[in-house]
């Protein structure tokens, strides 16, 4: 069975939603960097500034939850089974790696957390794709 | 426990030479979940279960079987 056949087209009201948010993430983000790059942001300042993109982040939150309602029970049951794949393996390789930086390992940054859960959520999602082919 | 369901739905709509996709339009789910039903890889909910009986115009227990 080939990939396309295992998984439901993505809709494209879900493009258009997801995309949007992602496109005024990229632009905010941007917008973000500039403004701290001027040096005139301080202290809470500073903060506020960097923190700017989580705003569209929000409008991608809202995407993927509109798009959630839309799944019918199996394409629910399929991401319950992928979320709660990411969920535990997440947990277990930040904790893991964090009892490792307890002996040493260099610390790493936030920013590695998401994408290990997202890496693990479509690992997670081939998996769920598979058991119900 | 579960109550294992064996269901005739592929010879159900093969009879009617309906293909997975036109099932699915009809009951308004994905393709993926009717496959997923034909191949008893999982069970409906009961709302589905009776939409299915309602599209195929027949009681419900014609087309799942408790095992």
Same mark, same amino acid.
């Given at each position: 069975?080939?990939?396309?056949?295992?998984?439901?087209?993505?809709?494209?009201?879900?493009?258009?939603?997801?995309?949007?948010?992602?496109?005024?993430?990229?632009?905010?983000?941007?917008?973000?960097?500039?403004?701290?790059?001027?040096?005139?942001?301080?202290?809470?300042?500073?903060?506020?500034?960097?923190?700017?993109?989580?705003?569209?982040?929000?409008?991608?939150?809202?995407?993927?939850?509109?798009?959630?309602?839309?799944? #019918?029970?199996?394409?629910?049951?399929?991401?319950?089974?992928?979320?709660?794949?990411?969920?535990?393996?997440?947990?277990?390789?930040?904790?893991?790696?964090?009892?490792?930086?307890?002996?040493?390992?260099?610390?790493?940054?936030?920013?590695?957390?998401?994408?290990?859960?997202?890496?693990?959520?479509?690992?997670?999602?081939?998996?769920?794709?598979?058991?119900?082919? | 426990?579960?109550?294992?369901?064996?269901?005739?739905?592929?010879?159900?709509?093969?009879?009617?030479?309906?293909? /997975?996709?036109?099932?699915?339009?009809?009951?308004?789910?994905?393709?993926?979940?009717?496959?997923?039903?034909?191949?008893?890889?999982?069970?409906?909910?009961?709302?589905?279960?009776? /939409?299915?009986?309602?599209?195929?115009?027949?009681?419900?227990?014609?087309?799942? #079987?408790?095992?």
């Amino acid at each position: 069975m080939t990939p396309m056949k295992l998984f439901s087209p993505i809709p494209r009201r879900y493009l258009f939603e997801l995309g949007g948010a992602m496109l005024a993430y990229a632009l905010v983000l941007f917008a973000s960097i500039r403004l701290l790059q001027t040096g005139r942001f301080e202290g809470a300042a500073a903060a506020a500034v960097a923190l700017l993109p989580v705003l569209p982040c929000l409008a991608a939150c809202w995407a993927i939850l509109r798009q959630f309602r839309r799944l #019918d029970e199996l394409q629910m049951r399929m991401q319950l089974e992928a979320l709660g794949f990411s969920f535990a393996g997440t947990a277990m390789l930040s904790f893991g790696y964090g009892f490792l930086e307890g002996v040493g390992w260099r610390p790493l940054s936030m920013f590695f957390v998401w994408p290990v859960m997202a890496g693990l959520w479509l690992v997670g999602g081939v998996l769920a794709a598979w058991r119900y082919r | 426990m579960a109550l294992p369901v064996k269901n005739h739905l592929k010879l159900l709509r093969t009879e009617r030479g309906w293909s /997975q996709n036109a099932l699915a339009e009809r009951l308004g789910v994905s393709r993926q979940t009717i496959n997923a039903i034909e191949n008893e890889r999982c069970d409906p909910s009961l709302p589905l279960a009776f /939409q299915i009986a309602r599209v195929f115009g027949l009681p419900i227990e014609s087309i799942f #079987d408790p095992m």
